[in-house]
């Protein structure tokens, strides 16, 4: 079992920047990839970024890719999403979840993010 908790949304400007946080408990953090995903009002759920158990290698959605970094800290058992630039098309609950098994088995409660234009 693994628990996750994001945390750090909130209400933006456009251009503005935010820091998700996931706090993991359970299974042993540096033993899985983890993930963020996003899901816009009345839009399907969308892939954003991954992440490899050690850190070392990530993946980022081309919507993303150059304005959010996503990164981990195994000794705090923490990853982390970096949104800078953000627009009002960002606006979304963001989910964390942990890649067990070769799929997104466990995911987080969610945290809203709304960037206004």
């Known amino acids: 079992q693994v628990q996750l908790v994001e945390s750090g949304g909130g209400l933006v400007q456009a251009g503005g920047s935010l820091r998700l946080s996931c706090a993991a408990s359970g299974r042993t953090f540096s033993n899985y990839p983890m993930a963020w995903f996003r899901q816009a009002l009345e839009k399907e759920r969308e892939f954003v970024a991954r992440?490899?158990?050690?850190?070392?290698?990530?993946y980022y959605s081309d919507s993303v890719k150059g304005r959010f970094t996503i990164s981990r800290d195994n000794a705090k058992n923490t990853m982390y999403l970096q949104m800078n630039s953000l627009t009002p098309e960002d606006t979304a609950v963001y989910y964390c979840t942990a890649n067990i098994a070769g799929r997104d088995a466990y995911w987080g409660q969610g945290t809203q993010v709304v960037v206004s234009s």
């Open positions: 992440i490899s158990s050690s850190g070392a290698t990530t």
